[in-house]
């Protein structure tokens, strides 16, 4: 008997199978069969992520359970005051996360282990917000952020309230693995232990609009701006349109993009890096005139901008929106007087190089980190510690960024009021938030950058992955459409390579990503994804103007592909 058919024929025969699981697998097709079971779903340093399903490869209530065992274990072996201080539990608009949370917090229960949760859908950084603010030892979200509606995940967070970094995620994934049969756990506890689990909400959601509000930089500022809002149908929702609500500005909500609805009904996709998620929005900003649109993803930890500008809607990258909150933050804490002693800026390897240049010309240094916010978080919490530098923003190129770090995750409530400032600071000038990003790009040189993602499912697809990434560093590229490659980064080998010269590289955890930097200033970047089946290229391409850095993007992607035969 395969591994496949042995674990298949374990899950249909166990006596412990949830039973919504059995006409499923009983109508499996042996294709189906093999990706559900060929083999276990990571629980990795970003926690779980993949398709709704029974299966071992699957999120399901019995996977969740070995993960959450796992967690409750490392928990234990923290000590009784790591039971006590207890686990900060959010869930966002999915189908099975609320189930699946609560369930998570009677497991917990079960062994002896505090939870607070959330009574209904929430924010991820609302979570992290929460872990820090009840003093927690840690925290669960139940949440697939922007992937598609078939999706649901599982994110563990430090009691800092940032995510796990590998240090410690790969001692909750040894308790993890440890386990052998997700099948045999159950999460019935006591009604003494049920005691263990406390319900939260409105005490905490009050607690985290106030600190959002205290980011305003000009609260006074004149707010005649028309924003329209759409939280995808996840827990953007309330929290923004709250927040707008109490700082005063109008917000026009895409209505039919409002319900927690878990299969995004009303959107081709709830991802604002794709086009598909301003398709409403643009409709209702057309008919309302109005200057921004802004789109959050269903947990709420990423933000897409739309600016009208010379009459039509724009949509910009999060590189390009990142930089523009760069810009009105330092402008402004500089003008003010408020701009930290040795100010320090945080954005990831994958990240443009013009937020880097907007933040040095403020005097600002930038830190980068490997992709994933918790590589920032880490190092807030370091610089809070040893008071070396002093935070000023945080971002990444996939939409995410973080204000003020009373949140240790992306948070889309604190963009959304920034870039809300921003906006009606600008206008009073007469420009809106394209002229500012054409401001930046004459002073600081014109980019263009991009992400194509290669969608490669199943085992076939993370095979041809590894072999993609294999076969770059084997036959690593001296040229790239026909421009000199004068850099080379790899930070899974931990080598930089100039010409004939090999160095180490320093300073981050090792990690699937190649870097090349190119003879006219640009970059191309080359990573598995952590939570999806997909291949992502990222490119930084510097032109002598916008049509220049276009062609110049167009003809790099060509390149690459013929490069990995992809």
Known sequence: MSLVQERYEKWVNHPNLDPRYKDDLANMTEEEKNDAFYTLIEFGTAGMRGLLGPGTNRINIHTIRKATQGYAN?????????CQAGIAIGYDNRHMSKELAFDCADLLAKNNI????????????????????????????????????EYNGYKLYDDKGCQLVPALASQVIGEVNAIEDELAIDAKCTDEQKKLVTVIGKDVDEEYYKNVLSIQLNPDVKKDIKIVFSPEHGTANIPVQEVYKRAGYTCIPVVEQCTPDPDFSNTPTPNPEQPGAYELALKYAKENDADVILVCDPDADRMGVGVKHN??????????SGSVEIEYICSQLKEKGLMPENPVMF????????GEKVAADYGVSTEKTLTGFKFIGEKVAKY?????????FGYEESYGSLIKPFVRDKDAPQACLMLAEAASYYKQQGK?????????????????????????SGEAGANRIKEILANLRKDAPS????????RSEDYKECTIKEGDTVTELTGFTKSDVLK????????IAVRPSGTEPKCKFYYCIKGNSKEDAHEKTVAYQQAMKELTNS
């Open 74 to 82: 490392y928990i234990q072996k923290a000590g009784p005051e790591a």
């Open 114 to 149: 505090r939870s607070y949760v959330f009574e209904s859908l929430r924010p991820t950084p609302e979570l992290s917000f929460a872990v820090r603010h009840l003093h927690c030892f840690g925290g669960i979200m139940i949440t697939a952020s922007h992937n598609p509606k």
């Open 311 to 320: 009459g039509e809607y724009v949509v910009l990258t999060g590189n390009q």
């Open 347 to 354: 954005n990831t390897v994958v990240t443009s190089d013009l």
């Open 384 to 392: 809070e510690v040893t008071h070396e530098k002093n935070y000023v």
């Open 432 to 456: 809106d938030l394209v002229d500012v990003l054409d401001g930046l790009y004459e002073r600081h040189g014109t980019y263009e950058e991009s992400q194509v993602a290669l969608t490669l």
């Open 479 to 486: 040229q790239i459409n026909g421009v000199k490659v004068v």
């Open 516 to 523: 090349y930097y190119l003879e006219d200033g640009s970059w």
